[in-house]
């Protein structure tokens, strides 16, 4: 019976990951889950569930939620508040997985903590990885933890490794890794007519039922980017070495070369039931509630390179990683602040990538060398992308 933390338990993710837990509840015991403010869906899994320990990360709804549990079902539970907690429950001595899909920045110390605790550690949450790069990769190593990515790409890659693969350890023979990518919603629509699309447009993915931030990354293909930094770090592989491919059935989930001219590709239905199944049953598999794939549903698959120019942002994302340090951190920052203010109605669609350059070329790529260091790069990115709107607005 192994423990397991879910942070980030009422999002895309942590709901997906909550159905897999309840298909095998004689593998897995909850002990904690969290949430930043929905505590009506965070109720209903402790129902399902009962946990030992909740975090809701705001302190108003930490205090609305102990009221809603009290002479409930569920009042036996140990309600905490603030960010420092998931931290306090990604580290328990009874939680032997954490499952990281806590959203953007805000993930970065809770996964961090659960990697130097030697944690199994699930990882969702590419942005953590992207922003602390080799720091963290050096945190599994330390301690000894299990990463194994639930990205479905890199998920997939690791399933094309050869048996008993690490990740973080690089496979000779491996001579290319093959990306793919739905290509998103605007993947045909003219270029001259994406600075008009809508925030509804940019989050009606066509494949993947997903969080909004991320929907709107694959929208301007900038999830592709976090993807290919994420995939230099996690299979210890060179960018020029990493080929992003448009295809736009979601069947292939990405492949690998290897020198001998054989390419191992993972296939399944679009559903991250999948890959996590797949890593919480790890080296075993079980089910994961998704349906057979139906080969003959499948009548067609495509391929193409992505354009650059429709899709800056991956662009940039190539430029980050090649000039390494702070750059990742940074490119991730002003993306978070761009994708927000897009969400917000605040900017255009298009701004996001002008957003991101500008703040890119204002920084230097100083070495990532401690966590200080990245945590400050983060904070002044952000800055620095308020100030550009305010300039470009
Ligand atoms: P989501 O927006 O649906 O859920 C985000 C979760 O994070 C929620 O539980 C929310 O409560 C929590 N959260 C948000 N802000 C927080 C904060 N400041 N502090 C603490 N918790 C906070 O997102 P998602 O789509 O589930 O994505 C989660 C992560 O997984 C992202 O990093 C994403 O890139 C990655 N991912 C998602 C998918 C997918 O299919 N949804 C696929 C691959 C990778
Ligand atoms: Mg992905």
């Given at each position: 019976?192994?423990?397991?933390c879910?942070l980030?338990a009422?999002?895309?993710?942590?709901v997906s990951t909550l159905?897999v837990?309840?298909r095998?509840?004689?593998?897995?015991n909850?002990?904690?889950?969290?949430?930043?403010?929905?505590?009506?869906?965070l109720f209903?899994q402790?129902l399902?569930?009962?946990?030992?320990?909740?975090?809701?990360?705001n302190?108003?709804k930490?205090?609305l939620?102990?009221q809603?549990?009290?002479?409930?079902a569920?009042?036996g539970?140990?309600?905490?508040?603030?960010?420092?907690?998931l931290e306090?429950?990604s580290?328990?001595d009874?939680?032997d997985?954490?499952?990281?899909a806590?959203?953007?920045?805000?993930?970065?110390?809770?996964?961090?903590?659960?990697?130097?605790?030697?944690?199994?550690?699930?990882?969702?949450n590419?942005?953590?990885?992207v922003?602390?790069?080799?720091?963290f990769?050096?945190?599994?190593?330390?301690?000894?933890?299990?990463?194994?990515?639930?990205?479905s790409?890199?998920n997939?890659?690791?399933?094309?490794m050869?048996a008993g693969?690490v990740a973080g350890?690089?496979?000779?023979q491996?001579r290319?890794?093959l990306?793919t990518?739905?290509?998103?919603?605007?993947?045909?629509?003219?270029?001259?007519d994406?600075?008009?699309v809508?925030?509804?447009q940019?989050v009606a993915?066509p494949?993947?039922?997903?969080?909004?931030k991320?929907?709107?990354?694959?929208?301007?293909?900038?999830?592709?980017?976090?993807e290919?930094?994420?995939?230099?770090l996690?299979f210890?592989?060179?960018?020029?070495?990493?080929?992003?491919?448009?295809?736009?059935?979601?069947?292939i989930?990405s492949?690998?070369?290897?020198?001998d001219?054989?390419?191992l590709?993972?296939?399944?239905?679009p559903?991250m039931r999948?890959?996590i199944a797949h890593?919480m049953a790890w080296p075993?598999?079980f089910?994961?509630?998704?349906?057979p794939?139906n080969?003959?549903?499948v009548?067609q698959?495509?391929f193409a390179?992505?354009s650059?120019e429709r899709f800056p942002?991956l662009?940039?994302?190539?430029?980050?990683i090649?000039m390494?340090?702070?750059?990742p951190t940074i490119?991730?920052?002003?993306?978070?602040?761009a994708?927000d203010?897009f969400i917000n109605e605040?900017?255009?669609?298009?701004?996001?990538?002008?957003?991101i350059?500008k703040?890119?070329s204002?920084?230097t790529?100083?070495d990532?060398?401690?966590l200080?260091?990245i945590?400050k790069?983060?904070?002044?990115a952000?800055?620095?992308?308020?100030?550009?709107i305010?300039?470009i607005?």
């Amino acid at each position: 019976m192994k423990g397991i933390c879910v942070l980030g338990a009422t999002g895309s993710i942590g709901v997906s990951t909550l159905d897999v837990v309840a298909r095998h509840t004689d593998l897995y015991n909850v002990i904690a889950l969290t949430a930043n403010i929905n505590i009506d869906v965070l109720f209903e899994q402790c129902l399902a569930h009962s946990p030992e320990y909740v975090v809701v990360v705001n302190a108003e709804k930490a205090e609305l939620f102990k009221q809603k549990i009290k002479n409930s079902a569920v009042s036996g539970i140990k309600v905490l508040s603030g960010a420092q907690s998931l931290e306090f429950v990604s580290t328990l001595d009874n939680v032997d997985s954490v499952m990281a899909a806590i959203v953007g920045a805000a993930g970065l110390l809770s996964s961090l903590a659960a990697a130097k605790a030697g944690k199994t550690v699930l990882l969702a949450n590419k942005e953590s990885l992207v922003m602390s790069g080799d720091l963290f990769m050096q945190a599994i190593r330390d301690s000894g933890a299990k990463l194994l990515p639930i990205d479905s790409e890199h998920n997939a890659i690791f399933q094309c490794m050869p048996a008993g693969y690490v990740a973080g350890n690089s496979v000779k023979q491996a001579r290319r890794i093959l990306l793919t990518a739905s290509g998103g919603p605007f993947r045909e629509t003219a270029v001259k007519d994406l600075h008009n699309v809508t925030v509804a447009q940019a989050v009606a993915h066509p494949k993947w039922d997903m969080g909004r931030k991320i929907s709107v990354d694959s929208a301007t293909m900038m999830n592709k980017g976090l993807e290919l930094i994420e995939a230099c770090l996690l299979f210890n592989m060179s960018p020029d070495d990493i080929q992003v491919v448009i295809h736009k059935q979601s069947i292939i989930h990405s492949m690998v070369d290897y020198v001998d001219g054989s390419v191992l590709a993972q296939m399944g239905n679009p559903d991250m039931r999948v890959p996590i199944a797949h890593a919480m049953a790890w080296p075993d598999r079980f089910e994961s509630g998704v349906e057979p794939l139906n080969i003959f549903d499948v009548k067609q698959m495509d391929f193409a390179e992505p354009s650059l120019e429709r899709f800056p942002c991956l662009r940039l994302a190539y430029q980050a990683i090649k000039m390494g340090g702070i750059m990742p951190t940074i490119l991730n920052a002003a993306n978070e602040i761009a994708v927000d203010e897009f969400i917000n109605e605040r900017i255009k669609f298009t701004d996001i990538p002008v957003i991101i350059e500008k703040c890119m070329s204002f920084f230097t790529a100083e070495d990532a060398g401690s966590l200080d260091i990245i945590l400050k790069a983060d904070k002044d990115a952000r800055e620095q992308s308020y100030k550009i709107i305010k300039e470009i607005t």
